[in-house]
Nanobody
Framework: QVQMVESGGGSVQAGGSLRLACVAS????????MGWFRQAPGKEREGVAS????????FYTEAVKGRFTISHDNAKNTVYLQMNNLKPEDTAMYYC?????????????????WGQGTQVTVSS
């Protein structure tokens, strides 16, 4: 099991920025990717951004392209999500995750550990 501890959520006005961070620990074997997911009330959980730990590749859902940037600090075993120009539709609970399968089409899959979630609220 992989433990993920995330932080950085909060409330911001439209157009503002937030930076999420997540530290991974525990069983990190077969952790081939890390990613960020979000879930809003009444909606399914969706992948927002993912990064491969073995390839120089990233994945972003169309809704956040050009606004969000995912990065990984190998030395600190931490994944970040820089969110700029936030929109009200970005409001959701954001979860970080470590996965065993990387796909250029689906991003990070076969999740082995989830963060506790951090709330992001964007007001109009």
């Amino acid at each position: 099991q992989v433990q993920m501890v995330e932080s950085g959520g909060g409330s911001v006005q439209a157009g503002g920025s937030l930076r999420l961070a997540c530290v991974a620990s525990g069983d990190t074997n077969r952790r081939n990717c890390m990613g960020w997911f979000r879930q809003a009330p009444g909606k399914e959980r969706e992948g927002v951004a993912s990064i491969s730990t073995v390839r120089t590749e990233t994945f972003y859902t169309e809704a956040v392209k050009g606004r969000f940037t995912i990065s990984h600090d190998n030395a600190k075993n931490t994944v970040y999500l820089q969110m700029n120009n936030l929109k009200p539709e970005d409001t959701a609970m954001y979860y970080c995750a470590a996965g065993a399968i990387w796909s250029a089409r689906t991003g990070c899959a076969a999740i082995r550990g989830w963060g506790q979630g951090t709330q992001v609220t964007v007001s109009s």
